[in-house]
């Protein structure tokens, strides 16, 4: 534990100005980003009696080792700098929003030559328009079966469509009228392109001129006696109205904005946010976090809305946001959201009307969202402390580990062999420092060693070497291992590298053979402040090295439980390792084998001859006239299609049916 007099700068050297500041901790990594209107002021806070500080705020200084900051010219520019810095070093004392879910979006892929409509996770693409987003995917499925009677819209994979292209016939969709069929040129690309624009106009809230045009076209199909034609456009507007009814109206002035409500206690907070477009609700999502920093109300509401529009731009961006409380720095943050949009948002707490009711409808939701989340953890926090403190007192550590690493081996009957590290600090899984380990043996073998049980524990002292071999290097290119001079190394940025950061408590999935074998490898690089144990499956017992009977932890312990969630979740890490690597074996192909030729020109052959076997029938020239291929590179690929022995056709065992190969191989 650091004392925060022994890094406090002097009093002149702090400018008086606005700015951002980063707390690094003895590894040099960034422990906590903050802005100030002015960084002397701001930063003198922390430099108090530590027993007038918010205990956050106090482990945080005392846990930092060094302070930096960067000036700036405006409030702007810090906001801006705060957001970019936190995403960049993850600081641990820093809030962070989790995602409850992954909330899935209602996309229109406008970037391919044939739009797709689509269910979408994850970060946003460019050229895909996105709606949303939705509480359930279910739901958005519902609303696009609605709609693609009236914009049939091709929902297939490029898969799917590739291969109907080749049959010449549509999917059944396209036999049912709920696709246009582009695959087979029912419609032109730029007709099916038009479709999916006024599927995008429907669905961005201009509904009513459509649909009122849709009913003149009723009216006259009927007056002409088309009754079949006025029929299906009634059965059109129908469907449109249902798609329409599940997003009721909310407010009548077809209002753009986004609702924000927090709902919050002294460790955690939940944030809910719904995004009201055309005056209808169109979508809802919500985070929680740990309170790890001393924050308001206020104060949360200007990281939500860092963490909400920091990757956005343009409409993106409501022209109104609706919060509980206004950020500190109010018109800093209107600007920045502004700047993001391309034109003037309004940042305000709603007083009265329907955005006030509303406003009480999301905070609603909030409160129940942080009641559930409080169901579900159980007092979570007092677990993780509970839990740390037992594996130290069980395991005679002098502190509880902090940062827990577990290594764990795969393989298939001695094939395939990799390795897995997962990382949790403060009891939690912290996923983006996990790490995976191709395993490479010994050297000069060119196979493994025989025996599970030898591979697993020559495998593991292998793995424990490179990990801490690797944080050896850090330290010393860091300036904190042996010939260091300068510990302020320009070179590091104070990002979360690769090993850089040691662990308290080094757990192996295993027994005394492979505890024995990662404490050897500890030893033989010189670390003796790392503890080490096993979790052996079989009675859940906990090995320690040099001793002879394991240490037993009662079964309620909850410092087993976590052991075992960490155990567990470098299994299954390992595992799908693993899996991946067979099965991108197994799918290797007689394409691999032709040297010089990567996966773009081999992509490039598959389409052009729509599938291996075709490939193999063709011509040296025939290859030739593919885009990029030399007739050195297509003799290769004729002699390697030649030697590979074709695989036994595959079989659909439902029905008998054959399929043909359609892939790269």
């Not at 577990?406 to 590290?421: N, R």
């Amino acid at each position: 534990m650091a004392d925060p007099s022994s890094y406090r700068p002097k009093p002149g050297e702090i400018p008086d100005s606005p700015g951002v500041y980063r707390f690094r901790d003895e590894h040099r990594r960034v422990i906590y980003v903050g802005k100030a209107k002015s960084l002397r002021q701001r930063l003198a806070s922390y430099f108090q009696d530590l027993a007038n500080l918010h205990p956050r705020t106090r482990t945080m200084v005392t846990t930092a080792a060094s302070v930096e900051w960067t000036v700036v010219a405006t409030e702007v520019e810090a906001l801006q700098l705060e957001y970019s810095w936190i995403k960049e070093y993850d600081p641990r004392f820093n809030v962070k929003y989790r995602d409850d879910k992954s909330y899935p979006y209602l996309a229109v892929t406008l970037n391919e030559d044939f739009p797709r409509v689509q269910v979408m996770r994850g970060a946003k693409r460019k050229g895909v328009r996105y709606f949303g987003p939705y509480g359930q995917a279910w739901a958005i499925r519902e609303t696009v079966d609605l709609m693609l009677r009236v914009f049939p819209v091709r929902t297939c994979s490029a898969g799917v469509f590739r291969n109907h292209v080749q049959r010449g016939r549509p999917c059944l969709l396209g036999y049912i009228g709920k696709c246009s069929a582009p695959c087979v040129g029912r419609v032109t690309p730029e007709e099916h392109r038009e479709l999916a624009e006024e599927f995008c106009d429907f669905m961005a809230g201009r509904t009513g001129t459509y649909i009122r045009r849709l009913e003149k076209q009723m009216m006259a199909a009927a007056e002409e006696m088309e009754y079949e034609k006025a029929a299906r456009l009634r059965d059109d507007i129908e469907a449109l109205r249902r798609a329409l009814e599940k997003n009721a109206v909310v407010l009548a002035d077809a209002t753009d904005a986004d609702l924000m409500a927090l709902a919050e206690d002294e460790l955690e907070a939940a944030v809910q946010i719904f995004h009201v477009r055309g005056g209808r609700v169109r979508g809802q999502r919500g985070w929680v976090t740990d309170k790890v920093e001393n924050v308001d109300t206020a104060g949360l509401v200007e990281h939500a809305l860092q963490q909400l529009y920091g990757e956005e731009r343009g409409d993106a961006v409501p022209k109104e946001v609706l919060v509980p409380a206004l950020p500190e720095e109010t018109d800093a943050v209107t600007q920045w959201l502004s700047g993001r949009r391309g034109s003037q948002v309004s940042l305000r707490i709603p007083q009265r009307g329907d955005k006030k009711d509303l406003m009480e409808t999301v905070q609603r939701n909030a409160q129940q969202a942080l009641a559930l989340h409080k169901t579900r953890r159980a007092s979570d926090l007092t677990t993780r402390s509970r839990a740390l403190e037992e594996i130290a007192e069980a395991l005679g550590l002098d502190s509880a580990p902090l940062r827990i690493e577990c290594f764990d081996i795969s393989h298939l009957q001695g094939e395939d062999v990799v390795a897995s590290m997962v990382v949790f600090e403060d009891g939690l899984a912290r996923k983006s420092e996990y790490r995976r380990f191709q395993i490479k043996g010994r050297a000069g073998d060119t196979q493994l060693w025989h025996g599970e049980g030898q591979d697993d524990v020559r495998s593991m002292h292998e793995v424990v070497t490179r990990r801490f071999k690797r944080y050896l290097a850090e330290k010393d290119r860091t300036g904190e291992w042996i010939g260091g001079d300068d510990p302020d190394d320009a070179s590091d940025d104070g990002k979360p590298r690769k090993f850089a950061y040691p662990p308290q408590l080094v757990v192996v999935d295993g027994g005394q053979p492979q505890v024995a074998a990662a404490q050897r490898a500890l030893d033989e690089l010189g670390i003796d402040d790392v503890a080490v144990c096993g979790l052996a499956k079989r009675l859940e017992e906990v090995w320690l090295p040099h001793d002879d009977d394991p240490v037993v932890l009662p079964r309620s312990s909850e410092g087993l439980y976590l052991l075992q969630r960490v155990r567990d979740t470098a299994h299954d890490f390992a595992i799908r390792y693993q899996r991946s690597k067979r099965t991108k074996r197994i799918r290797t192909g007689p394409l691999d084998a032709v040297p010089g030729l990567g996966e773009t020109r081999k992509q490039a052959l598959i389409k052009h001859f729509g599938s291996v076997k075709r490939l193999r029938q063709a011509t040296i020239e025939q290859i030739c006239e593919v885009p990029g291929m030399g007739r050195k590179t297509a003799e290769s690929v004729v002699v390697a299609l030649a030697q590979a022995v074709p695989a036994a056709p595959a079989v659909n065992t439902a029905t008998g049916e054959i399929i043909e190969e359609n892939d790269g191989g």
